[in-house]
T-cell receptor, first 113, second 109 residues
């Protein structure tokens, strides 16, 4: 089942370190979305990318967070100088086209210690 | 401001009971999707409803989209412990999918 693949599944970082989260979309999907989820809550939109383009980053903090989806390779969500408040589950979803059904990966659980 | 309001927030029932959870908005959506998420996993798409008034059935799950396309409901018949999870509704808004906070369902054996 070539679904959306995220790695790592779990990531522990000390305060001030960098976190890199990877997402490989489903085959044939060129639209990628990143969401953050805190315990007992729904998913908060962060950023929407197509190949080599950021379409909507309205949900992403202005500082320390960045995302890319290069022509080759996975989409990367990068968090620089992590703080405890960045601890959360980060999910990636992909779709064939905008406003079509999105399929999610299993997420990366980031813990900042 | 939460665009999609889900209720109830928590629901604990006994195996065999029926239940309905709701997803409401003051805005019109072109479609709504329902996902189920288990602890430690990503959301899994259950269904997409597109047409106002549409009813879709998935085994013991019945999904309905309101006539005005502002709300949706999920009805589960004869709930089983395997139905336990977080049920999320989502709809497209400005080229992204916005989510409700979900209903956490626990079905006790």
């Amino acid at each position: 089942n070539a679904g959306v693949m995220q790695n790592p599944r779990h990531l522990v970082r000390r305060r001030g370190q960098e976190a890199r989260l990877r997402c490989s979309p489903m085959k044939g999907h060129s639209h990628v979305y990143w969401y953050r989820q805190l315990p007992e809550e729904g998913l908060k939109f962060m950023v929407y990318l197509q190949k080599e383009n950021i379409i909507d980053e309205s949900g992403m903090p202005k500082e320390r967070f960045s995302a890319e989806f290069p022509k080759e390779g996975p989409s990367i969500l990068r968090i620089q100088q992590v703080v405890r408040g960045d601890s959360a589950a980060y999910f990636c979803a992909s779709s064939v086209d905008r406003n079509t059904e999105a399929f999610f990966g299993q997420g990366t659980r980031l813990t900042v210690v | 401001t939460q665009l999609l309001e889900q209720s109830p927030q928590f629901l604990s029932i006994q195996e065999g009971e029926n239940l309905t959870v709701y997803c409401n908005s003051s805005s019109v959506f072109s479609s709504l999707q329902w996902y189920r998420q288990e602890p430690g996993e990503g959301p899994v798409l259950l269904v997409t409803v597109v047409t106002g008034g549409e009813v879709k059935k998935l085994k013991r799950l019945t999904f309905q989209f309101g006539d005005a396309r502002k709300d949706s409901s999920l009805h589960i018949t004869a709930a089983q412990p395997g139905d336990t999870g977080l049920y999320l509704c989502a709809g497209p808004r400005s080229e992204k999918l916005v989510f409700g906070k979900g209903t956490k369902l626990t079905v006790n054996p």
